[in-house]
């Protein structure tokens, strides 16, 4: 049974034509018929009951939007579920996943959930090569409780310290942010991503009316 869908999550469809345009038309064009679709959930609103999704193609540049319903959701993978034996042994000498595995081994107790995104994670659900020699490493952590500043620069020290590039988000139930600039910035207010769009705030776990409170 298919649950609550999130941001990040990969999704399994039943037909490549599951992915609509907001007036019900085919919305990409890059869906290999001969491959199950997976799409990744994006960040925006659902509404009329259609998810937001994202297509990946088999080239870098074969990226585009479209939405689908839940009754079209066969299968679903959230990051935190995605690890590096789930990888083709083959492909376990690129770096993303030499990067993944430096983090599992230094992130095994950590007390939130977290996951790799993007490339790496799309590769791991699916079973489509996707990453590259030069893919950075998604990694998404849900923090769900107030990450507090001095946790947050240990964390960030951990995973800067990994030989790949690591472009870390942290997930609260209204935005997503950079662990980089909560971590390092002098800032008052840093870039939010909310399901409306990015806004300026200081309070990633505290948002009211798209002001932070």
Known sequence: MVGTLHVHDLILL??????????RDPACPYLNPNRRPWVVVRRSRISDGLIPVGVRGSQR????????????????????????????D????????RT???????????????????SVGY????????VRAGSDLDFILFAP????????????????SATGKVDAVVETPFCG???EEFATTSRRNILLRTSVGRILGSNPWNLSNGEDS
């Open 14 to 23: 039943r037909t490549e034509s599951a992915v609509i345009s907001t007036q």
């Open 90 to 97: 083959s492909r376990r000498a690129l770096q993303a996943f």
């Open 100 to 118: 993944l595995s430096y983090l599992e081994s230094r992130l095994a107790g950590l007390d939130m959930s977290w996951g790799p995104g993007g």
């Open 123 to 130: 590769e791991l659900a699916s079973g489509i090569p996707a």
């Open 61 to 88: 540049h074969e990226r585009c939007a479209g939405f689908t319903r839940l009754s079209e959701v066969m299968e679903t993978r959230r990051p935190d579920q995605l690890r590096l034996l789930l990888a083709e």
């Open 177 to 179: 942010f950079s662990l």
């Open 145 to 160: 409780r107030k990450l507090e500043i001095t946790e947050a620069q240990d964390l960030w020290r951990m995973i800067s």
